[in-house]
């Protein structure tokens, strides 16, 4: 099964948006839940995961301004992006962390313009 994204949008910087991902509740209630992105010319890593617990991590980058949470009953995790940069274009995944390869989905464009 794939995961899949949604919510991105070309927004201008400073704006916000909202991904948002559905899981499989057998890959949702036991997993690490991660927000991926990959950028034009570069690999694909982690920006945020949120533990079945709702411990946090955050890639620096990305820290103070997004905010990842996950709501049990519905098995969606989300991705809250605030005061976004264009350095912040990418398309963006939702995958547990560690990530398996037979779930990446095709992902969600973010684009923001300066």
């Known amino acids: 099964v794939q995961l899949q994204a949604s919510g991105g949008g070309l927004v201008q910087a400073g704006g916000s948006l909202r991904l948002s991902c559905a899981a499989p509740?057998?890959?949702?209630?036991?997993?690490?839940m991660g927000w991926y992105r990959q950028a034009p010319g570069k690999e694909r890593g982690l920006v945020a995961h949120?533990?079945?617990?709702?411990?946090?991590k955050y890639a620096d980058s990305v820290k103070g301004r997004f905010t990842i949470s996950r709501d049990n009953a519905k098995n969606m995790v989300y991705l809250q992006m605030n005061s976004l940069k264009p350095e912040d274009t990418a398309v963006y995944y939702c995958?547990?962390?560690?990530?398996?390869?037979?779930?990446w989905g095709q992902g969600t464009q973010v684009t923001v313009s300066s």
């Open positions: 995958n547990t962390d560690p990530a398996l390869a037979r779930y």
């Open positions: 509740p057998n890959i949702f209630v036991i997993n690490t």
């Open positions: 949120i533990t079945t617990g709702r411990s946090t």
